[in-house]
């Protein structure tokens, strides 16, 4: 039969009468406690509930529907053989018992753009018990078990992982069978990630450039890295640190270094007050150097630039930040402090 073609639930068997021949003799079998190896008999009596001699294939939490109700027919064929006396061959699959035979009742799992590797390949009996498990759609193993039994789980280990691996959930993100996003995901670019995070988060007056086109993957990845917050290039935990181009690696991957490296410019950044740079100022410094988020919200913010309405850097304390820009310049106000200006033509004096 063509993979996809939908025969229908048991439908060419005729599984009344199997039942009542197989069900008779078990009967038989049992008043007259005659062993039923030593009987000859057409393999088409047997098709119902393992007919006394098999072990029961329906007395698992889950068994599979066409298993409990006992149409053992639908999948196993009879040959010309008599059974019980030839055990191999009697008994043939309605189809090579791989994706063929599932196909047959139920809707195709290998169609769409990508598709799971044991899934491609046709081999569902990889994950799939076809009479009955204990675990829950007759799976072989149950949650991240399942999956351990072909992925290597040392190569999913990160120095800091995303919690819902380490949770195990990896159906919370990746379908088994298929889907049409790449790596078999549940949702493509940032609309994976606010199936679970708060979108607010990533919206506000100023959007950060890869925020905006959903590309979270420009700087994390999902899995974990070996850096805090599934970074994928270095970037200080702390709010101060002693200045060096490679800790704010995750930045200069996209942004030029200069802009906090060239104490004097006069196009490496707008963040400078004439000549003189305040990026220079706040962040280049060999002892109590600023990170970036004392200032800026990586994702977007509710004013310009990315500046945070609430300043880090202070204990616990977060103080209100209030910054407004210019087309020279710019204005600071933080918490009840004095306002501090920059302007980059006609330079504030002690700014
Ligand atoms: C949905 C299809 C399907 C149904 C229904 C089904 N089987 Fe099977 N059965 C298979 C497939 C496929 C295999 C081969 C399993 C494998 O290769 O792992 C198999 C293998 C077997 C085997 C040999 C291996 C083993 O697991 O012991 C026996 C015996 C068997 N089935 C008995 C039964 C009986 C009895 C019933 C009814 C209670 C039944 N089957 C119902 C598909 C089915
Ligand atoms: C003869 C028809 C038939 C064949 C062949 C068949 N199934 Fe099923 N299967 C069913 C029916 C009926 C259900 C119950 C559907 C429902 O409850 O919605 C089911 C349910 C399932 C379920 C879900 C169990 C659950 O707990 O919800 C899985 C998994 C499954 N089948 C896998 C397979 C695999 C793998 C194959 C091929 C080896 C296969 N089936 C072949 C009829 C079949
Ligand atoms: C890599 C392991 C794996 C393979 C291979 C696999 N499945 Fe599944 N299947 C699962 C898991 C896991 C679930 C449970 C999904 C969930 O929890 O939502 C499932 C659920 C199902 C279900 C019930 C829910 C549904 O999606 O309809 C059916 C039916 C099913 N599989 C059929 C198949 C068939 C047919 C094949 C072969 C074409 C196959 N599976 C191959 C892992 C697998
Ligand atoms: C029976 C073995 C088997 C099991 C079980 C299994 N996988 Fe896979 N998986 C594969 C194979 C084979 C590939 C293809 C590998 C390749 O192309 O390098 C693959 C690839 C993948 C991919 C990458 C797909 C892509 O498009 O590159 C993801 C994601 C994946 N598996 C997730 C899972 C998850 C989640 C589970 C548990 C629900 C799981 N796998 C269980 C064998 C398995
Ligand atoms: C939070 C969502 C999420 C969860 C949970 C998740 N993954 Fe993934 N996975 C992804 C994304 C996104 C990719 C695409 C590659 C990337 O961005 O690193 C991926 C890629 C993969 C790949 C293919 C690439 C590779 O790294 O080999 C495999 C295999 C895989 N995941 C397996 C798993 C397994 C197994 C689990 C559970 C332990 C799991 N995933 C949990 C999101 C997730
Ligand atoms: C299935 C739910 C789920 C999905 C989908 C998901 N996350 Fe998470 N993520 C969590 C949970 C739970 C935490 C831990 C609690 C928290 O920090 O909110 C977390 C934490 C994080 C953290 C902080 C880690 C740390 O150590 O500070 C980052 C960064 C993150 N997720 C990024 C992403 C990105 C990027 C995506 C999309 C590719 C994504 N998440 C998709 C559930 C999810
Ligand atoms: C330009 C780089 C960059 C991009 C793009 C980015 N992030 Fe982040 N993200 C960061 C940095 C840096 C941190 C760590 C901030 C810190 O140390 O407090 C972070 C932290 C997080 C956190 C955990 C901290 C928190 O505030 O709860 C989550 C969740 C998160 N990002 C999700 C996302 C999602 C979802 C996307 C895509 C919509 C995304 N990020 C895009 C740089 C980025
Ligand atoms: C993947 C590339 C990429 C990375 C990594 C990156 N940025 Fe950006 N950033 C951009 C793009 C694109 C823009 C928009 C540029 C433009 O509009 O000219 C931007 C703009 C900005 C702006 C100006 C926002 C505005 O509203 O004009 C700030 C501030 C900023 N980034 C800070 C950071 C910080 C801090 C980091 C490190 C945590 C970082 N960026 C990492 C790509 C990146
Ligand atoms: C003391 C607060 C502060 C700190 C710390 C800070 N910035 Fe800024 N940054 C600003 C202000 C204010 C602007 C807006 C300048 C303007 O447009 O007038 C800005 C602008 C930017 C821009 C836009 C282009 C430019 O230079 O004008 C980028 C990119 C940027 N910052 C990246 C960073 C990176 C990367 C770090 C950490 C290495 C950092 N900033 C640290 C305050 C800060």
């Known amino acids: 039969m063509a993979a996809g073609q939908n025969k229908g639930y048991g439908s060419d068997v005729n599984i009344a009468s199997t039942k009542i021949i197989c069900l008779s003799f078990a009967v038989l079998a049992g008043i007259s406690g005659v062993l039923l190896v030593s009987q000859e008999r057409p393999a088409e009596a047997a098709g119902e509930m393992n007919c006394g001699c098999h072990p029961n294939k329906a007395d698992k939490s889950f068994t599979h529907k066409p298993v409990k109700d006992g149409e053992c027919s639908s999948c196993h064929k009879p040959s010309d053989q ?20 599932c196909n047959e009742c139920h809707e195709r799992k290998d169609i769409k753009k990508y598709v799971h590797g044991p ?38 280990g990160r120095k800091f992982p995303h919690p819902p691996i380490t949770e195990g959930k990896c159906l919370d993100c990746h379908d088994p069978h298929q889907s049409d996003n790449k ?20 919206s506000g007056k100023s959007i950060h450039g890869p925020v905006s086109t959903g590309e979270c993957s420009a700087c994390h990845v999902t899995h974990g890295t070996q850096y805090p917050h599934l970074l994928k290039h270095s970037f200080p935990e702390d709010f101060y640190t002693s200045f060096s181009k490679a800790q704010f690696d995750l930045c200069f991957k996209c942004h030029s270094a200069s802009l906090a490296d060239d104490q004097r410019t006069g196009a490496a950044t707008n963040f400078r007050n004439g000549m003189f ?36 850097g202070f204990g616990r304390w977060r103080i209100p930040i209030r910054y407004t820009k210019n087309d020279v310049g710019g204005t600071c106000v933080v918490g009840c402090h004095k306002p501090k200006s920059y302007n980059r033509i006609d330079p504030v004096v002690n700014p």
């Open 183 to 202: 790596y078999i995901l549940k949702a493509e670019g940032s609309a994976l990630c606010i199936m679970c995070h708060n979108k607010s988060m990533f």
């Open 82 to 101: 008599k059974h019980p006396k030839v055990k191999k061959g009697a008994f043939l699959l309605t189809d090579n018992g791989k994706v063929g035979l």
């Open 119 to 156: 899934v491609a390949s046709g081999d569902c009996l990889d994950c799939h018990d076809v009479h009955q498990s204990d675990n829950k759609f007759q799976l072989k193993a149950s949650g991240v078990a399942l999956c351990y039994m072909c992925h290597d789980k040392t190569k999913l």
């Open 277 to 312: 740079n305040l990026h220079f100022l706040h962040v280049n410094k060999a002892d109590k150097g600023r990170s970036c988020k004392v200032c800026h919200d990586p994702h977007a913010s509710s004013q310009p630039k990315l500046i945070s309405s609430k300043v880090s």
